[in-house]
């Protein structure tokens, strides 16, 4: 099957690492698959290298008008059975033809941006109840959650990243945004004096975090490791995963955790409030309240047998529901059920 995926996009990011990682998975899978991107030769190069060409286009304001010729061009050339779209800007330019327009839709968006797209493929069915409480039709959207694997990173040394023996590293990947809570991550590190946090990310939020870390005199035990394309060298050597978002529409940090058999303690905002059961696959505390995060962390550290029931659980959650397999298998059908209704 020709699929076209297509993404604006901001240089780094949750969506824009998934869009990355489906491509090359339906690429992995026998299907051909190829993106358009804006420019960004580090995405490129990781999409070419796991097999995927790619077309690059300026996705710019209302005032692009490169954006949908070079979109026709790219239809007429590879003449893709299905276009997956990712968020509002790229849905927008969604071109015309007889191929399958669908949106993967992340987030709790204006509808406005996907009118030109035959059906929403959303990652949670918080997003499609929304979509349709927004007047969308019910049997034009479905549900399709995110998936994680581990990569074959070697693990992080500790040591050379200042961890002393018998700390506890507390992890957590993520953007540097006020919507991610590092703040409140930290503020709950502060009274747990053996736990080291690794952050992994860049954003708007980085210095004002670094200068956080420095007032909560934390700033020795917090590393600020920027972004990462071996996160998973940091998933192997921490004790704990975090997750301390005040808004999130999934999460697939939490699926991480499973997948690489750590702790994990995450927020109930809405993406992993839906799926993480509190007390048996993690630990779920309110989101944006440090005091709730800071007992969590300190009852995974010290409650016995804890930490290795929550992996127990989620390590089976994450092969039954969350595996590449599982939700490569579930784009291919959808796919294969809607190939020719764009004709």
Same mark, same amino acid.
């Given at each position: 099957?020709?699929? $076209?995926?297509?993404?604006?996009?901001?240089?780094?990011?949750?969506?824009?690492?998934?869009?990355?990682? $489906?491509?090359?998975?339906?690429?992995?899978?026998?299907?051909?698959?190829?993106?358009?991107?804006?420019?960004?030769?580090?995405?490129?190069?990781?999409?070419?290298?796991?097999?995927?060409?790619?077309?690059?286009?300026?996705?710019?304001?209302?005032?692009?008008?490169?954006?949908?010729?070079?979109?026709?061009?790219?239809?007429?050339?590879?003449?893709?059975?299905?276009? $997956?779209?990712?968020?509002?800007?790229?849905?927008?330019?969604?071109?015309?033809?007889?191929?399958?327009?669908?949106?993967?839709?992340?987030?709790?968006?204006?509808?406005?941006?996907?009118?030109?797209?035959?059906?929403?493929?959303?990652?949670?069915?918080?997003?499609?109840?929304?979509?349709?409480?927004?007047?969308?039709?019910?049997?034009?959207?479905?549900?399709?959650?995110?998936?994680?694997?581990?990569?074959?990173?070697?693990?992080?040394?500790?040591?050379?990243?200042?961890?002393?023996?018998?700390?506890?590293?507390?992890?957590?990947?993520?953007?540097?945004?006020?919507?991610?809570?590092?703040?409140?991550?930290?503020?709950?590190?502060?009274?747990?004096?053996?736990?080291?946090?690794?952050?992994?990310?860049?954003?708007?939020?980085?210095?004002? $975090?670094?200068?956080?870390?420095?007032?909560?005199?934390?700033?020795?035990?917090?590393?600020?490791?920027?972004?990462?394309?071996?996160?998973?060298?940091?998933?192997?050597?921490?004790?704990?995963?975090?997750?301390?978002?005040?808004?999130?529409?999934?999460?697939?940090?939490?699926?991480?955790?499973?997948?690489?058999?750590?702790?994990?303690?995450?927020?109930?905002?809405?993406?992993?409030?839906?799926?993480?059961?509190?007390?048996?696959?993690?630990?779920?505390?309110?989101?944006?309240?440090?005091?709730?995060?800071?007992?969590?962390?300190?009852?995974?550290?010290?409650?016995?047998?804890?930490?290795?029931?929550?992996?127990?659980?989620?390590?089976?959650?994450?092969?039954?529901?969350?595996?590449?397999?599982?939700?490569?298998?579930?784009?291919?059908?959808?796919?294969?059920?809607?190939?020719?209704?764009?004709?």
């Amino acid at each position: 099957m020709r699929i $076209l995926s297509i993404l604006a996009g901001a240089a780094n990011g949750g969506a824009e690492t998934f869009f990355v990682t $489906l491509a090359k998975a339906l690429a992995e899978a026998g299907e051909e698959s190829r993106a358009v991107i804006r420019p960004n030769p580090p995405r490129r190069a990781d999409l070419e290298e796991g097999g995927v060409p790619v077309f690059e286009a300026p996705f710019g304001s209302w005032l692009d008008f490169r954006t949908k010729p070079a979109l026709r061009r790219v239809v007429a050339e590879f003449r893709p059975e299905v276009v $997956l779209s990712y968020m509002s800007r790229a849905s927008s330019f969604m071109p015309d033809g007889d191929h399958a327009k669908v949106a993967r839709l992340g987030g709790f968006y204006d509808l406005k941006y996907f009118r030109n797209c035959d059906h929403l493929a959303c990652i949670t069915e918080g997003i499609r109840r929304h979509v349709i409480h927004h007047g969308w039709p019910a049997d034009r959207c479905s549900v399709i959650a995110n998936f994680a694997e581990r990569d074959d990173s070697p693990a992080a040394d500790r040591a050379a990243l200042g961890v002393p023996e018998g700390a506890t590293v507390v992890f957590t990947p993520s953007r540097l945004h006020k919507v991610k809570g590092f703040d409140v991550l930290m503020q709950a590190a502060v009274d747990l004096p053996n736990v080291h946090l690794w952050i992994a990310g860049s954003g708007p939020e980085e210095a004002a $975090l670094k200068a956080l870390a420095g007032e909560l005199g934390i700033a020795d035990r917090v590393n600020f490791l920027g972004w990462r394309r071996d996160t998973g060298a940091f998933f192997r050597s921490c004790d704990i995963v975090a997750f301390p978002s005040r808004h999130e529409p999934f999460g697939t940090v939490t699926l991480e955790a499973w997948a690489y058999g750590k702790p994990l303690v995450t927020t109930d905002a809405d993406g992993p409030a839906e799926f993480v059961r509190d007390g048996e696959d993690g630990l779920v505390v309110p989101k944006g309240e440090a005091a709730p995060l800071r007992d969590a962390l300190r009852r995974v550290m010290e409650e016995p047998g804890l930490a290795d029931r929550l992996v127990a659980s989620g390590t089976a959650r994450h092969a039954a529901d969350f595996t590449q397999a599982a939700c490569v298998a579930n784009y291919r059908a959808l796919f294969q059920r809607l190939r020719g209704v764009g004709a």
